[in-house]
Every structure is written in C-alpha cells, then in structure tokens.
C-alpha cells in the first residue's frame, strides 16, 4: 500500500500566477486533510475534505485559495496569484472513514519569486 | 481543540533514554494523546497514540497519568537518526478532525 503521494515535490512560481498542488491519499481513506508549514515551525492546518465535500476549511484564506476532492483523482490545493508569503511547505495528510490516524505526504516546497 | 504545551528543545546523547512530557490540561474526555515526529524537509510521521495509562509500540513508550492533563513520550535508547521534532497532539480518535499543531520540541541527539 503506497503512502500519501504529493506532487510536484518542488514548485517555483512568480508573483501572480497560479499553484496547482496535488494529493493522493493512501488507498482506502477518503478523508484529507492540508497543512502549511513555514520555516521553523509547526505545521498550520488549512482545510479537511471528504470525497466531494469540504468538512472544515476554517484554516484556509478566504481569497485566492481552494481546495477539491473529487469523486476520482487527487485532492487538489490550488493557489490563484500566489505572493511571496505564500512560500512554504505544504503537507497533505490522509485518513481512513471513522479514525483520526493521519498519514502524511512529504509535502510540496512551494517558492514563489 | 485542546491546546498543548511542550519544551521548545532538548538535548540528549546517544544510549540514552528521553522523555519529553507535554501538557494539555483542557484535554476533552474524548480526546487522545498522539505523537508524531518529523524530520527536516519531511511530513510528520506517527509515533504513537493513546488515551490513559501506558501504551508502547516498538519504537516508544507513552505515559498518560490518570488526570491526563498531561503525559510523557519515552523513546529509548536514543541514537543520532533520533534527532527530529517531536509533535504532541490531542483529538478525538474516531472524528476527522485537524489537529492543531504547536511548535514542538526540537530534539538534538549528540554523539
């Protein structure tokens, strides 16, 4: 059973334009979850999907971020006109139905320039 | 979400046995204690997780006294590929929720 997979590992952009991040989650959980990371320090919970459904996104800017789970593919992160703040690590963690457990991806490094 | 209180840093030298005690006296009744560790450029990765007394798997031990307003990571033996930070969290077991991360002990393991 193949862990949590990000990709890309490694993501440059320039100010203003669009991160696309994706997840996909160990087989058999259906619960995702996305964290932010800056350097040296703990990670920073943004939003919780299910299959095709948002749970929690408390955690999450209200502009230029989104996040999908779709019935089938990866959950995506999407940031639109990315600023330099928004350099970071970004971790993607997977559950089974009905447990806490999470598994956690090795995270996309996201620098914008 | 219960907030939790840890040690920024420790020290340690190889052989030795850690014990990293963290606080979280707002823990709910349905509530359990998990331990993750993450090294550098890496995704935190689950160490162990429990609700009362003592819970140990093949890489650690975990202390959780009867209030559970607090407990205690053991890890034994340490060597240097031990070196990480350390995550203490606290939520429910059969909920998906976040966890609310701190910033965790960073844990030094020397020669």
């Known amino acids: 059973n193949a862990g949590v997979m990000q990709n890309p590992r490694h993501l440059v952009r320039r100010r203003g334009q669009e991160a696309r991040l994706r997840c996909s989650p160990m087989k058999g959980h259906s619960h995702v979850y996305w964290y932010r990371q800056l350097p040296e320090e703990g990670l920073k919970f943004m939003v919780y999907?299910?299959?095709?459904?948002?749970?929690?996104e408390s955690g999450m800017p209200k502009e230029r971020f989104s996040a999908e789970f779709p019935k089938e593919g990866p959950s995506i992160l999407r940031i639109q006109q990315v600023v330099r703040g928004d350099s970071a690590a970004y971790f993607c963690?997977?559950?089974?139905?009905?447990?806490?457990?999470?598994?956690f991806g090795p995270g996309t490094r996201l620098t914008v320039l | 979400l219960a907030k939790t209180t840890q040690p920024i840093s420790m020290d340690s030298y190889e052989g030795q046995e850690v014990n990293i005690t963290c606080s979280h006296n707002?823990?709910?009744?349905?509530?359990?204690i998990t331990w993750y560790q993450q090294f550098p450029s890496q995704g935190p990765r689950f160490i162990i997780q429990g609700y009362k007394t003592k819970v140990t798997n093949e890489v650690a031990s975990l202390f959780i006294p009867a209030d559970r307003k607090s407990s205690t990571l053991s890890l034994p033996r340490v060597s240097l590929s031990d070196t990480a930070v350390y995550y203490c969290?606290?939520?429910?077991?059969?909920?998906?929720?976040?966890?609310?991360f701190g910033p965790g002990t960073r844990l030094s393991v020397l020669p």
């Open positions: 969290l606290v939520g429910e077991k059969n909920y998906g929720q976040n966890f609310v």
């Open positions: 707002n823990i709910a009744t349905n509530d359990y």
């Open positions: 999907l299910q299959k095709e459904n948002i749970i929690d």
């Open positions: 963690a997977s559950s089974p139905p009905g447990l806490n457990e999470q598994f």
